[in-house]
C-alpha cells in the first residue's frame, strides 16, 4: 500500500511538470498571437481627420492644375494629373531654412467633405549647400487615388542641419488638420 503514494506522488509530478508545460506553451501561445494582433495595421491613424478647406487641393480629373501650397516654414510649388487610378505629382520645394538634413512629407487623399481616407507618407531629397550650390529639391511622384478622392493635402516634418548657438538642428513641421 505505500507504494502506491509514492507511485501516486511521482505521477502527480509528471502531470504537474506537463500541465506547467502546457501551461507555458499556451502562455508562450497567446504572447506571440498578441504581438502579432498588435502589428497588424487598420489603416491610417489619421483616417478620418477632417482637413479645413485653406488646406485642400482640389483633383481636377481632366488635364493638368498647377499651384503652390505655402507654409511659415516651406513652399511647394506643384503640377498634378490624374491618369487611370494614379494622382501623378511632381515639382518642386523651398524652405526658410539653409541645410535640410532631412524632410518626410506626407499626401492625404481627401473626400468631397475634406475627410482623410488614405496617406502616402513619402521622403523628399535632403536639400543641402553644396559648395555654394543648393543639391535637387524636385520631385516626381505616383500614388494610388482612391475612388471616393476630390482632393489632397500635404504634410512634412523636417530638420535643418547643424547650426544655432547650442548646435542643434531646428524641426520644422506642418499638419493640415
Known amino acids: 500500500m505505500e507504494a502506491k503514494p509514492a507511485r ?35 489603416g491610417s491613424s489619421r483616417q478620418g481627420l477632417i482637413v479645413p478647406k485653406g488646406n485642400r ?32 505629382v511632381s515639382g518642386t520645394w523651398e524652405t526658410r531654412y539653409r541645410d535640410i538634413d532631412r524632410l518626410s512629407m506626407t499626401l492625404f487623399d481627401l473626400d468631397a467633405d475634406g475627410v482623410v481616407i488614405d496617406d502616402h507618407p513619402f521622403f523628399a531629397r535632403p536639400q543641402r549647400a553644396v559648395k555654394g550650390r543648393v543639391m535637387d529639391n524636385r520631385f516626381h511622384l505616383e500614388f494610388e487615388l482612391p475612388v471616393e478622392a476630390r482632393a489632397f493635402s500635404i504634410g512634412y516634418t523636417g530638420r535643418s542641419g547643424l547650426g544655432g548657438t547650442e548646435g542643434y538642428g531646428r524641426v520644422f513641421r506642418h499638419s493640415p488638420f
Not at 502531470?15 to 498571437?33: D, K, P
Request: proline residues 0%; positive net charge.
Open 57 to 88: 487641393i482640389m483633383i481636377q480629373r481632366d488635364g493638368e492644375s498647377t499651384g503652390t501650397f505655402a507654409t511659415r516654414n516651406m513652399t511647394v510649388n506643384y503640377t498634378f494629373h490624374v491618369k487611370g487610378d494614379k494622382l501623378m
Open 8 to 42: 501516486l506522488k511521482g505521477m502527480v509530478r509528471r502531470n504537474g511538470r506537463s500541465l506547467q508545460n502546457i501551461a507555458v506553451i499556451g502562455i508562450a501561445a497567446l504572447f506571440v498571437w498578441g504581438m502579432a494582433a498588435g502589428c497588424q495595421t487598420t
